[in-house]
Every structure is written in C-alpha cells, then in structure tokens.
C-alpha cells in the first residue's frame, strides 16, 4: 500500500472522507504524479543542453586568438540568445519534462550573459579580479530576474552562483591576504543567512533548493571564516553560526538546518583544536576527550532532567525544545 493509499483510508476510517472523494484524489494524484516523472524526451532535452553547452566552449576556445573584437563579444550573446529562446518556448509547454528542460537551458543561457559580460569588462581593460566581482554581480542580478520569471530550482541554483563568484572577486581584489579568505567566508555566510531568512519567510522559493544552497554557503563560509591565516578571534564565527543554525533546525523543525549546524560546529571545533596544538597526538586527545564529555553531558541531562522539574510556560517551552 502506498503512503497515499495509507493516507486516504485512515481518512475514510475517521469518516473525513467517503469512498468516492477517495478515489477521485487518488486518480487524481496518480495522473499527476505521472505526469511528473521523467521520461525519453526530457534525457534527449539534458543532452542536447550540454552538447551545446560544451560546442559552445570548443569553438569559443579553440579559435578565441584569431577572433576580432566585435566576434568575440557577439558569439556568446548570439549563444545566449538563442539558448534563452529555446528555453522560454521550452518553459511555456505543458508538458513537465520540456519545462524543466527549459529551466536547465535558462540556466545555460545565464552562464552564456555571464561569459559575454566578462568578455565585455575585458575588452574595456577592466583587470582580471575587478572583472570576475564585476561578472558575479551581474550574475546575480541576472539570475534574480530569471528567478522572477520562473522560480524554479535552476534559477536558485544561479543565484547561489552568482553569490560564489562576488566572494571569489571580493577576495581577488584585496591585497592583504590576513583577509582574503576572512572576506571570502564573511560574504558566503552573510549570503546563507540572507538566503535561510527568505526561504524561512518564503519570499524565496522553492524553500527546499533555497534551504539546501543556503546551509552550503554557511557551512563554508563559517569554515573559511575561521581557517588560517585568517585572525584567530575569528574563530568565534563558526561556533555562532553552527549554533544558530542548530537553534533555527530546532525551532523551524527542519532537520537540514541541524545537519549543517553540526558539521559547522564540528569543523569549527577541529580547526580550534589543530590550529593551536601541534602536537598531532595532543590535538587527537583533545579531540576525543571534548566528544567524551560531549556524549557524557547530554547523557547525564538526560537522565537528571532537570527541565522536568520546570513548572509553567517556561517550563513547557524547555520540555518542548529538549525532546
């Protein structure tokens, strides 16, 4: 029996249902679930996305010398173009397996604008750090605008690209490199936590693909944060950001947000415990000796309870939160 089955009769059972709205929603969800699952069509749609995709990259590199100016900046437009037509028309079919194709193929015209922006920025002289944060913001721009045409997984997925390649130019352009990677962390994470609060508002969506991007980009900015040669009081970075990740997987019940806050918390801990014990068999002991008393406190906790005791809201609010 399905969960969808499963579903309906502990409906029928409670008399939420009767036996033929039942069945309706179960033909129902049964259409459009085949409807949505993938087919021929839509695997000949990928491939032929990224036979385009990697012609457009040969031709462009192998005769990238012997181009005049004006060809080099009209061959990834014209590209982008026409790949950003193929995927409107794409998008505007009924047919799931042609939409998606289309959301993909914006997502390839998207790469295309980014190519001819930057090939733009350096036929203008613009230096090779200032072009890629330059690109990067106009990659996002970009993206932000496909997402508000189609707000799909693919188009989120630009925009968390467009947000790498600022970090990358934000650290390409400084010149103390104490900093470069402290920027390159800070500007990821700032992105993630920007990214968690809209998919947790839901002005940013689907919440699921915003959620999954967002995390990566804490989880990594919290790592380059903390990491050599950036100062080591900005260790603290990754120990406040796992543990508001783990707070906000607590309070929003999603589990993603816990799985993040913990490995942000453990590389977090790691990098405390290797940047300042050299001694490799020193850093193990403490390593394990901080996962013991972990384990033992929570074990310990656990069996005191003393949020049991707790009398009133307060007291409920706790319960709630420990289990």
């Keep these: 029996m399905s969960a969808l089955d499963s579903q309906l009769h502990r409906w029928q059972e409670a008399q939420l249902l009767d036996a033929e709205t039942a069945e309706r929603i179960r033909r129902f969800e049964g259409g459009r679930q085949h409807d949505a699952r993938p087919g021929a069509v839509e695997a000949i749609v990928y491939l032929g996305i990224a036979v385009v995709a990697v012609g457009s990259v040969v031709v462009i590199a192998a005769n990238w010398n012997h181009l005049a100016a004006p060809v080099r900046l009209s061959l990834p437009a014209l590209s982008a173009l026409i790949v950003l037509i193929i995927g409107w028309y794409m998008l505007r079919s009924p047919s799931p397996q042609l939409t998606r194709g289309g959301q993909l193929a914006w997502l390839l015209a998207l790469a295309l604008m980014g190519t001819t922006f930057a090939v733009n920025a350096d036929e203008l002289g613009l230096g090779p750090e200032r072009n890629l944060l330059a690109t990067g913001a106009a990659v996002t721009v970009l993206a932000a605008a ?122 977090a801990l790691l990098t405390l415990v290797l940047r300042h014990v050299d001694d490799p068999t020193a850093a193990g002991l403490a390593l394990t000796g901080m996962g013991l008393a972990l384990l033992a406190g929570i074990v310990l906790l656990e069996r005191l309870r003393p949020w049991a005791r707790s009398h009133g809201q307060g007291g409920a609010q706790w319960r709630h939160v420990l289990r």
């Design 146 to 267: 496909f997402w508000l045409w189609s707000r799909t997984h693919a188009q989120v997925t630009g925009i968390a690209a467009g947000c790498l390649l600022v970090a990358l130019g934000l650290a390409a352009v400084i010149d103390n490199d104490d900093y470069r990677t402290l920027l390159f962390g800070a500007f990821l994470l700032a992105a993630g936590a920007v990214g968690i609060a809209l998919a947790e508002l839901n002005l940013l969506r689907p919440r699921e693909t915003v959620r999954l991007l967002s995390g990566l980009g804490a989880l990594l900015g919290a790592f380059y944060s903390g990491v050599p040669p950036a100062l080591a009081p900005f260790e603290a970075i990754g120990f406040v950001a796992g543990c508001a990740l783990v707070a906000l997987s607590i309070w929003r019940g999603v589990f993603m947000y816990m799985g993040f806050g913990v490995a942000v918390l453990f590389i």
